[in-house]
């Protein structure tokens, strides 16, 4: 009779055909997806999203908003590939597959030592102090070339020691399972994580901190659980990506990394569980795949970021989560009109922003060679007024026409909404 | 020292005893000297003017703050200066004025955290909660208790304000503290709320120690086996309701003014 007290419980079906569906979808990724660069992206995808979930055991679980994780996960990197160095000269004896975990424990250390510092503090001070803990590890990083290699970083060749049941490392897909199993066990240990009573006193910390003291928890202990917790995984993210790239440069450690770590997992959404997921997987696609579309990449992810914080705080798993109750009370197909008129016209505004920006990133960066810019297959002319007005045009037309289609879906959605409510109201009446 | 801290609390023990306590925020001094011995599974009502310290009095037994000086024992050992979360491992918890609970957690889970110390989960890793099943049941308990079972899976956010109020008391009672201090519980609430939340409260403290801070003074009257009186920092008076009515001191200072307003509000009607 136990078993009825939470919404999942252990043996619940529904979790079963989930956690299946993400072994499959980690098991035959691989197979759909077959070429050197999307199994490498893949491989990339699994690293991030541990590292992401990590984060969001700081953030979303426990309301710490930190400015130096990349501190954790980098020097989980640096401390494998050492290892991984050893390993290669004979010195050190552990197989290649449980690097990562030299890499956790690598993770969990430093954590252990910075943060007894940091999370002696909540809120705006302890973004402070990671903030500045990032900043040192990154300032050292630089001056310690012994350790982290200075500008070219440390080197290693995975393929070392004796194979384990032939898996040598050297395919890039042997690398990918080894991640594959590793992102598995992790967000499965995370997820769990969520489901004790350290995990749930977290969650209490987050919302109320001085109530916290006031049932018997100390939480500065609470916190710093955590954050040893969020460091040892951040470095098992660490060690497979040292493995993955058998390189480590100091930009691991810094504070661009952290920064991309925040925004990904807020941009998944850090108030449910699976949301960083989503932001690991975004997070590798704009890395690799945007950044190589457009020079201006950072300014759109900027854009997006920004939009996402003031319409949609919950990032995307609470966009999908608000669809997903539509859709439970019978709502959603009324809202495909508005989503398609939302997806049109706010396509259209990107379109002629997008032009604008190309052009003032080619003035910017290109000018010697020419003031042709190509954009989406048509020729824009940075010298010439039609292609500046044209784009123009079609921005402040498609913004004009979003805006009319985001008010109509805004009173749709609370009307949606408010009937909801009343239903739930009367469900529990009955 | 009769302050051994390994001695049980005998019957000639006060559950909680405060002796010249002080406190001062820079120069002003808000409590002053107050000495106050309440027995086991006494009720106690703190009344007085606003500002008198009555809140500050609850922080500084709670433990939010350490008094300048005098000392506070809770079944004869020496809390002053401790931290709230080691006063409430002893066995003494509190409530808030303004409601302290955590809304983006369930009903269910809010009085769940309140529990979990107290059953020996302390930062507690390797354990499910599902699989917890004296803290679960417990915790259902509570929910029956306080009225709250139909609004067991509801974010706490989202409950009305009498139902965060009960959930205030809840969360309060959840870890079996012997001695219970309510900051003003019936704070916001109407008349007949009142009336009804008291009797919640008489029930879901049986037996316990209680100190309380309450304005209806019908109400305090009923529930209260004695009353202090505290103004400008002092205890003036404390007794059982009849004396207390009637010490010329508290009607001079407090009371005189406070049930003529009561019953001008009540001939108003």
Not at chain 2, 14 to 41: H, N, S
Request: proline fraction near 3%; hydrophobic fraction near 50%; charged fraction near 15%.
């Amino acid at each position: 009779m136990s078993k009825a007290y939470d919404q999942f419980t252990p043996y619940n079906v529904g979790r079963w055909v989930v956690w299946t569906l993400f072994a499959l979808v980690l098991l035959v990724a691989p197979k759909l997806f077959t070429s050197n660069l999307s199994i490498s992206m893949l491989a990339q995808m699994g690293i991030a999203i541990i590292a992401c979930l990590s984060y969001n055991l700081l953030l979303g679980q426990g309301g710490m908003l930190s400015f130096g994780h990349a501190v954790y996960s980098g020097l989980g990197s640096y401390v494998a590939i050492h290892a991984l160095l050893m390993v290669g000269q004979g010195t050190l004896a552990v197989p290649v597959s449980l690097l990562p975990m030299v890499g956790g424990l690598a993770g969990l250390f430093f954590a252990m030592l910075f943060g007894y510092v940091t999370t002696k503090k909540a809120g705006t001070p302890f973004a402070m102090i990671t903030l500045g803990v990032g900043e040192l590890v990154f300032a050292l990083s630089l001056m310690f070339s012994d350790f982290f290699g200075g500008e070219a970083g440390i080197t290693a060749n995975r393929v070392v020691g004796e194979p384990v049941f032939g898996i040598t490392y050297g395919p890039a897909v042997q690398v990918y399972y080894l991640i594959a199993v590793y992102t598995f066990v992790c967000v499965a240990a995370m997820f769990a994580f969520t489901r004790t009573p350290l995990g749930r006193i977290l969650n209490a910390v987050r919302d109320n901190p001085e109530r916290v003291e006031f049932i018997g928890y100390n939480t500065q202990v609470v916190r710093y659980l955590a954050f040893m917790i969020s460091g040892f995984f951040a470095g098992i993210a660490g060690g497979l990506a040292a493995i993955q790239f058998e390189i480590v440069t100091a930009e691991v450690v810094g504070p661009l990394r952290s920064g991309a770590y925040l925004l990904f997992t807020f941009l998944g959404g850090a108030t449910f569980f699976f949301g960083p997921i989503i932001g690991g997987v975004l997070m590798v696609l704009a890395l690799v795949l945007l950044s190589e579309l457009t020079k201006a990449w950072l300014l759109y992810l900027g854009l997006v970021f920004m939009f996402m914080v003031m319409y949609a705080p919950g990032g995307i798993a609470s966009l999908i989560m608000m669809n997903l109750r539509v859709a439970a009370f019978g709502r959603l197909r009324e809202l495909w009109v508005s989503y398609l008129a939302l997806g049109g016209t706010g396509l259209v505004a990107l379109l002629g922003a997008g032009g604008i920006i190309e052009m003032i990133y080619h003035l910017q960066l290109n000018a010697a060679i020419g003031p042709q810019v190509q954009y989406l297959g048509a020729t824009l002319d940075t010298g010439s007024a039609q292609s500046w007005f044209g784009s123009a045009f079609v921005m402040l037309t498609g913004i004009g026409l979003f805006e009319v289609a985001r008010r109509r879906f805004r009173e749709h959605w609370s009307d949606i909404q408010v009937d909801i409510e009343k239903e739930i109201k009367r469900r529990e009446m009955a | 020292m009769s302050t051994t801290p390994y001695t049980s609390a005998s019957h000639d023990t006060p559950a909680l005893e405060l002796r010249g306590v002080c406190k001062r925020f820079g120069k002003t001094e808000i409590i002053r000297g107050v000495d106050l011995a309440v027995r086991a599974g006494e009720r106690v009502a703190v009344i007085g003017p606003n500002g008198a310290g009555k809140s500050t009095l609850f922080n500084l037994i709670s433990g939010r703050f350490a008094p300048t000086s005098g000392e506070i024992l809770l079944g004869g050992r020496r809390i002053d200066g401790k931290k709230p979360f080691e006063i409430n491992r002893m066995g003494l918890a509190r409530s808030f004025q303004i409601t302290n609970i955590f809304p983006k957690l369930s009903v269910f889970e809010n009085l769940r955290c309140g529990v979990l110390w107290s059953l020996g989960y302390r930062y507690t890793l390797f354990k499910f909660l599902a699989d917890l099943d004296d803290a679960n049941e417990r915790t259902e308990d509570l929910l029956e208790r306080i009225g709250l079972t139909k609004k067991r899976d509801t974010l706490a956010m989202n409950l009305t304000y009498a139902e965060q109020r009960a959930l205030e008391i809840g969360i309060t009672i959840a870890g079996g503290a012997q001695v219970i201090l309510l900051d003003e519980p019936t704070a916001g609430m109407s008349k007949s709320e009142t009336r009804r939340f008291i009797e919640l409260i008489r029930e879901v403290t049986e037996g316990k120690t209680l100190l309380t801070v309450e304005h209806d003074m019908g109400v305090v009257f009923g529930l209260a086996d004695r009353i202090a009186v505290v103004v400008y920092g002092e205890v003036i008076a404390f007794d059982t309701p009849e004396a207390v009515k009637a010490n010329p001191r508290v009607q001079e200072a407090y009371l005189g003014s406070v049930l003529a307003e009561q019953q001008a509000a009540e001939a108003a009607h």
